[in-house]
């Protein structure tokens, strides 16, 4: 049985990008906001979002800087590129069409 948790492991790119396109933040934040904002569902591990930023900065739709955080110590905040925002308008069209999809189905009659 899948969990709430395992949509997070096909939509990260778009949710990360999404909560980028907000205001620049380092991962510790990213992580916060991200299970913030969906009501304590969904949640990323350390394992998966460093790799998966790491990844977005690859692609160029993301850059990092190292800054200081609202407790004075050195962390690497992230951005959303001009290609990125791009690549966030394809991953939310994207998704809108699945979910309409899957809404469709979910909504069918039964017999």
Same mark, same amino acid.
């Given at each position: 049985m899948s969990k709430p948790t395992d949509l997070v492991q096909g939509t990260l790119d778009l949710l990360l #990008? /999404?909560?980028l396109a907000l205001e620049p933040l380092h991962g510790w934040?990213?992580?916060?906001? #991200? /299970?913030?904002?969906?009501g304590d569902v969904l949640q990323v591990s350390e394992g998966s979002l460093y790799p998966?930023?790491?990844k977005l900065e690859q692609e160029g739709w993301i850059k990092a800087e190292w800054k200081q955080t609202e407790n004075n110590r050195r962390a690497k905040f992230y951005s959303l590129t001009r290609?990125?925002?791009k690549q966030l308008e394809s991953e939310v069209a994207n998704w809108q069409r699945l979910s309409s999809a899957i809404s469709q189905?979910?909504?069918l009659s039964e017999a």
């Amino acid at each position: 049985m899948s969990k709430p948790t395992d949509l997070v492991q096909g939509t990260l790119d778009l949710l990360l #990008l /999404k909560i980028l396109a907000l205001e620049p933040l380092h991962g510790w934040a990213i992580s916060v906001r #991200l /299970k913030s904002v969906s009501g304590d569902v969904l949640q990323v591990s350390e394992g998966s979002l460093y790799p998966a930023l790491h990844k977005l900065e690859q692609e160029g739709w993301i850059k990092a800087e190292w800054k200081q955080t609202e407790n004075n110590r050195r962390a690497k905040f992230y951005s959303l590129t001009r290609l990125g925002r791009k690549q966030l308008e394809s991953e939310v069209a994207n998704w809108q069409r699945l979910s309409s999809a899957i809404s469709q189905v979910i909504g069918l009659s039964e017999a």
